[in-house]
């Protein structure tokens, strides 16, 4: 079975700052691996996903994640974070090939951006 | 907005009924999933449904069912309602291959009381 780390659970940074949001996997394959943002009283958007080929992905909104196959991560950046981008986000993942395409989520990580 | 629709958006209902989610995919989409998300239990797979089939079964409870209809539309019952099911239903939909995106709707807001 797959599972899906998120480290913290709440991120604060400055306006103009880099955001880092971490997330490890655990998975007997190499997964597909996904992001997505929720904003208040919203459902799920995704950010940005990664299947096969190029490892650095950019998603919208100018976020961008990597996966690195030898630590298991898929960690979500963006250079310069905007008050637009408090929200939550929540990295996921699915397995190749799987029946249900399910997805498996981390716990999410809650975005605080000050002015 | 992702296409997925769901109705109804809030519902309050007591304890020991039963209430009905409604979800209707993007256009196009054969699957359909419904995840669960409580405080406390997080975003939890519940079910999913291909072209009118159960696809997968996750941690959906005795109490709870599912269905797809031929239209593609599917519904979700939750029956002998406790506190504890409060939570934001979501439904969403994607086309079946694997790694395709799975879109969500906004999800439906179920109070127990």
């Known amino acids: 079975a797959q599972s899906v780390t998120q480290l913290g659970s709440h991120v604060s940074v400055s306006e103009g700052a880099l955001v880092l949001l971490r997330c490890n996997y655990s998975s007997s394959v190499p997964p597909y691996l996904f992001w997505y943002v929720q904003y208040p009283n919203q459902g799920l958007q995704l950010l940005l996903k990664y299947t096969t080929g190029a490892t650095l992905v950019k998603g919208i909104n100018g976020f961008e994640a990597e996966f690195k196959k030898s630590e298991t991560s898929f960690h979500l950046t963006k250079p310069s974070a905007h008050m637009s981008d408090a929200a939550e986000y929540f990295c996921?993942?699915?397995?190749?090939?799987?029946?249900?395409?399910?997805?498996?989520f981390g716990g999410g990580t809650r975005l605080m951006v000050k002015p | 907005d992702s296409g997925v629709t769901q109705t109804p958006k809030h519902l309050i209902t007591a304890t020991g009924q039963r209430v009905t989610l409604r979800c209707s995919p993007r256009?196009?989409?054969?699957?359909v999933y419904w995840y669960q998300q409580s405080l406390d239990q997080g975003l939890q797979f519940l079910i999913q449904y291909y072209n009118g089939e159960e696809r997968a079964k996750g941690n959906i409870l005795e109490r709870f069912s599912a269905q797809q209809f031929p239209d593609l539309h599917s519904e979700l019952n939750l029956s002998s309602l406790e506190l504890g099911d409060s939570a934001l239903y979501f439904c969403?939909?994607?086309?079946?291959?694997?790694?395709?995106?799975?879109?969500f709707g906004e999800g439906s807001w179920l109070t127990v009381v």
């Open positions: 996921a993942v699915s397995l190749p090939n799987n029946a249900g395409n399910m997805l498996t």
């Open positions: 256009s196009g989409d054969l699957s």
């Open positions: 969403a939909s994607s086309s079946m291959q694997g790694g395709n995106t799975i879109y």
